[in-house]
């Protein structure tokens, strides 16, 4: 508000008043950056979370994971102030072309503004190849007309049949 000030003979308006600014904008969506989008039974990668600034009750329970799971959650100051990690690791018995990462909007920045919408990273594969090793079946095929004679048959010597 602007201090009016009004004496005996003029009026006085002060504009220039510094008034605090009340941040009331929703955060942005983080950066999520897979570092392998295509994983096999077995495998694990490294996922990073990107803010544009600090983030406040950030867990893995705001993450929905399609098809696999995240572990050793933390912040990870070492890649910026704002970068979270996870590692990301693909169920078992599941192929599946189509998955990504969902950060939902239970988490806050340090004014209290929640984010507007959900962030989705991009598609990763998921692989099971247990799966595909099981459904391979081994086929033996007889070899038939074999320059080598067995030892057991004499009378199939390569001079024999010319």
Do not use: C
Request: glycine share 6%.
């Amino acid at each position: 508000m602007d201090l009016v000030v009004t004496t005996e003979y003029k009026t006085y308006y002060y504009h220039n008043i510094q008034r605090p600014i009340i941040d009331t904008t929703p955060p942005e969506a983080p950066l999520i950056k897979i570092h392998d989008t295509s994983l096999a039974t077995g495998d694990t990668t490294l996922v990073e979370f990107h803010f544009k600034e600090k983030v406040l009750d950030f867990t893995t329970d705001d993450i929905t994971a399609e098809n696999a799971s995240l572990s050793g959650f933390g912040q990870n100051t070492g890649l910026g102030p704002f970068v979270w990690t996870a590692i990301l690791t693909p169920d078992t018995g599941i192929t599946d072309s189509i998955n990504t990462l969902t950060i939902g909007t239970d988490w806050h920045d340090a004014a209290g503004n929640k984010p507007s919408q959900p962030s989705t990273s991009v598609n990763y594969k998921v692989i099971d190849q247990t799966h595909l090793l099981s459904t391979l079946t081994p086929v033996l095929t007889p070899t038939t007309g074999s320059s080598t004679p067995h030892p057991q048959d004499k009378n199939t010597s390569p001079s024999a049949t010319q």
